[in-house]
T-cell receptor, first 110, second 114 residues
Framework: ELKVEQNPLFLSMQEGKNYTIYCNYS?????LYWYRQDPGKSLESLFV?????AVKQEGRLMASLDTKARLSTLHITAAVHDLSATYFC??????????FGAGTRLTVKP | GAGVSQSPRYKVAKRGQDVALRCDPI?????LFWYQQALGQGPEFLTY????????KSGLPSDRFFAERPEGSVSTLKIQRTQQEDSAVYLC????????????FGPGTRLLVL
């Protein structure tokens, strides 16, 4: 059974600092997604990573995928308050069942 | 263009009551997914449609849960004889086809069973 683990689950950081969120998964997959969710809101797609070594960047966020290590990272550079949200990774095995991690609740403090 | 819409946005039900949750996917999207998100957790897959065909319902937690998409567009998730453990946010997502790069999520229906 596919398991997706994120860490940390809670992250409090100061503005201007850098940090990385990790997403490990238990079975082979070459399709991984990162989503953002604001409180009381739905999920917003951030990145889709479709192959080993894929790296995508948008603003202060950069995501990467290592399918051999079954690991994806979401790196935050020079955090700002607007990045405060919950970030989910999700893994798709090519079936219809996309498995989500438990989420990383990020708080960026001034 | 319009995104995925869901109604109602909030639903309070008494235990034992039946509820119906509606999802309007993005026009032309072939694939439609339902997820259940408990408080503080990630979404969990419930069921999947390709057009009007329900191809995967392995995530439905019990036979009290039923989903349909009779004309391949709007979908309804029905929960019979609701229980307190059914309280959650129910998210609908659609994509252009199976394996398309991303699923587009609706705002969700927050169900509270008293």
């Amino acid at each position: 059974e596919l398991k997706v683990e994120q860490n940390p689950l809670f992250l409090s950081m100061q503005e201007g600092k850098n940090y990385t969120i990790y997403c490990n998964y238990s079975t082979t997959s070459d399709r991984l997604y990162w989503y953002r969710q604001d409180p009381g809101k739905s999920l917003e797609s951030l990145f889709v990573l479709l192959s080993n070594g894929a790296v995508k960047q948008e603003g202060r966020l950069m995501a990467s995928l290592d399918t051999k290590a079954r690991l994806s990272t979401l790196h935050i550079t020079a955090a700002v308050h607007d990045l405060s949200a919950t970030y989910f990774c999700a893994v798709d095995q090519g079936t219809n069942d996309m498995r989500f991690g438990a989420g990383t609740r990020l708080t960026v403090k001034p | 263009g319009a995104g995925v819409s869901q109604s109602p946005r909030y639903k309070v039900a008494k235990r034992g009551q039946d509820v119906a949750l509606r999802c309007d996917p993005i026009s032309g999207h072939v694939s439609l997914f339902w997820y259940q998100q408990a408080l503080g957790q990630g979404p969990e897959f419930l069921t999947y449609f390709q057009n009007e065909a329900q191809l995967d319902k392995s995530g439905l937690p019990s036979d009290r849960f039923f989903a349909e998409r009779p004309e391949g567009s709007v979908s309804t998730l029905k929960i019979q004889r609701t229980q307190q453990e059914d309280s959650a946010v129910y998210l609908c997502a659609s994509s252009t086809w199976v394996g398309e790069e991303t699923q587009y999520f609706g705002p969700g229906t927050r169900l509270l069973v008293l």
